[in-house]
Structures are given as C-alpha cells and as structure tokens.
C-alpha cells in the first residue's frame, strides 16, 4: 500500500483508480485515527498501510518522435551518359499502293476424283474403314473386356458396322439419350435403329470399345488411346489421295 500511495503522491502519474485491500483479520477496526470529516493519508494505520493495493494509471506515455531517415547516397556508383539516355524509335513509313493482292503459293494441287466417280459414299467410306480398322478395334474392345472380368463379351465386324452407323446417324438425329432410339412407345424410336441392333448390345460395345491396349499407357502423349486408330486412318487417306 506504500507504493500505491507514494504513486499518489507523484505528479508525474495521473491516477485514474485505486482498489484498497481490506487489513488483516485480526485488526479490530479500520477506523484511521484522524477526524471522520476530510481525512488525510498520514492518518491511516499500520496494517492499512501494510494492506495491498492497485492504483490504474492512465497511459501518459508520450509518443516517439519520429526520425527522418536521410536517403543514403550510392558512392559505389556514379550516373554516366548511358544511363540517362533514352531509346529512339525508329519510325518505317509504308507506302500504300492500288492493285490486287498477290494470291500465295498453292501448296494443294487440284485434286482428280474420277476414280471415284462411279462408287457410292458407303463404297468410299468402306475403304478408309476396312477389314484391317474392324479388326483392330474388334481385339482391342475384347481385351480390354475379358480385363474386367467379362470374356463372354463378343463383337464381329457386323456389330462394328452397325455400331458405327447408329453413331452417324445420331450425328443429325439427334435424341435426349441414346436409349430413346429404343424407345418402347413409338414416339422417340428409330425404327432403322430398333430393328438392326438390340440396346443392350448397343450399350455393351460402347461400354468396352478400345482402340489402344491399355497395358502400354504413354505418358508423352495424350492422344495414346487414339493413336494406333489415327495413324491407320491417316495412312488411308494418304494412300486414296490422288492429285
């Protein structure tokens, strides 16, 4: 309670509150032995004094003054001429002219179709999808069925070719799902669709079509499931090709 009080009397803290413990148990009052009225701190007890205590001090502290630091000047280096100089631009005026553009090279010589004038657009598209397309597509889909677990899946070159068409078709006959073209009711159904191949046959080969297998993945290259089935194609385009 002494350095509460000596706390008090420094004019150097503005005091805010004071908390005063009560004295000991044992004083038998804690009546100061001054006058009731007014009171002065030289009147209190022993064991008030001797009583702990807490004085709040308001935050009087005063702010830091603020140091303005001086830029630090580079000696190590001195501004030359190139530093300071600027880049010109230079300026290229384009002279306009009339008259036509000049057509580029014709890399694309004119092509020749007459030896396909006679066959049909089946007849042409049978041979980039041959026998040779069929078959690679035919083992590929039936390994990588019997890999899960189902070796009872078989696909002839027959269903490829339904299978395909049914894909052509739906290209411009368009239908919420590929279901509907079974539909039982009549009013979605394809009747050329309902009648060459069961739906669930459709959903298996969709299901298991590979073109690649899939014991060889290719890190390097994102089209890897596609590859051998583009280069075979490429290869027929390449070779029905006639400039």
């Known amino acids: 309670m002494e350095e509460a009080l000596a706390m008090i009397s420094d004019e150097d803290h503005e005091v805010s509150q004071i ?33 702990g205590g807490e004085v709040v001090v308001k935050n009087s502290a005063e702010q830091p003054e603020e140091q303005t630091k001086e830029p630090e000047q580079d000696v190590g280096h001195t501004k030359t001429k190139s530093d300071t100089k600027k880049s010109k631009k230079v300026s290229v005026e384009t002279e306009w002219i009339e008259g036509d553009l000049i057509s580029p090279l014709v890399f694309f010589l004119n092509s020749s179709y007459e030896t396909y004038k006679e066959e049909s657009p089946y007849d042409i598209f049978c041979k980039i999808f041959d026998n ?8 590929e889909t039936q390994k990588y069925a019997a890999s899960k677990n189902h070796p009872e899946v078989r696909v002839t070159k027959q269903d490829l070719e339904i299978f395909v068409a049914i894909l052509i078709l739906s290209g411009y006959n368009t239908m919420p799902s590929k279901r509907n073209y079974w539909d039982s009711q009549g009013d979605l159904r394809n009747e050329y669709v309902y009648t060459s191949m ?22 390097n290259d994102k089209m890897w499931k596609l590859k051998p089935l583009m280069i ?12």
């Open 198 to 219: 069961r739906r669930d046959k459709f959903l298996t080969i969709s299901r298991y079509l590979h073109c690649a297998d899939n014991s060889f993945p290719s890190d």
């Open 132 to 139: 040779d397309v069929y078959e690679h597509l035919i083992q």
């Open 232 to 243: 075979m194609l490429q290869n027929r385009f390449l070779e029905l090709y006639h400039p």
């Open 19 to 51: 908390f005063m413990e009560p004295p000991e148990s044992n004083v038998l009052t804690d009546k100061d032995s001054g006058d009731e009225d007014g009171g002065l701190l030289d009147n209190l007890s022993a064991r008030q004094l001797r009583a």
